[in-house]
């Protein structure tokens, strides 16, 4: 199961990188599963070395797929940011034009 995980996780990173935030979303929860499903039935008879390396492994890929998130997460916040921005300079554009609120006299036609 650990092996399974360690595949989806990859899977979850490729998504990742290529942006598809969704699907990459459905992939972590099913690596989560397996991931706590492995624990739960931990077998005796397996080395525990082999455990320790998939488990190491995984860590690995953990911190990878947290990284690309985490860049992830800032490029939007930075869009966002952005968008903010330009909101606000063409508010500042149409207040302009429209004249502002300052303009109060029943000489000045705002209407052309």
Partial sequence: MLDQALDVGRRELELLVAGEIEQAEALAHERGDLINNALARESTDRDPRVLRDRLGEL??????????????????????????????????????????????????????
Avoid: P, W
Wanted: aromatic fraction near 4%; glycine fraction near 12%.
């Fill in 59 to 112: 860590q690995e890929l953990h911190n990878r797929i947290t990284s690309q998130a985490m860049r992830l997460r800032e490029e939007v916040k930075a869009d966002l940011l952005r968008t903010r921005q330009e909101g606000k300079r063409m508010d500042g554009y149409r207040s302009g034009v429209r004249g502002g609120a300052g303009v109060q006299s029943r000489f000045i036609s705002k209407h052309g």
